[in-house]
């Protein structure tokens, strides 16, 4: 039998966790297919969250002038 050394190496190997939650969002008819045409497909997810944290922070500045 063929003898294969186990790393010693504690280290993970793969993808950095991206500290994020999936949540399901509805989206209207459509509106996924003028995402990917911007963009395209394979960056529909991080167009998304960069709109929700501009989306965010406008806010919050308002809210703080509202104060």
């Known amino acids: 039998m063929t003898h294969f050394p186990i790393s010693n190496n504690p280290r993970r190997m793969g993808r950095p966790p991206l500290k994020v939650k999936?949540?399901?969002?509805?989206?209207?008819?459509?509106?996924?297919?003028r995402i990917d045409a911007l963009?395209?497909?394979n960056k529909r997810a991080e167009?998304?969250?960069?709109?929700?944290?501009?989306?965010?922070?406008?806010?919050?500045?308002?809210?703080?002038?509202?104060?």
Do not use: Y
Request: aromatic share 2%; charged share 40%; no cysteine.
């Open 39 to 41: 963009v395209g497909k």
């Open 22 to 33: 999936p949540i399901l969002v509805r989206l209207p008819e459509g509106v996924p297919e």
């Open 47 to 67: 167009f998304i969250r960069q709109a929700i944290e501009a989306e965010l922070a406008k806010r919050e500045k308002a809210g703080e002038a509202d104060e």
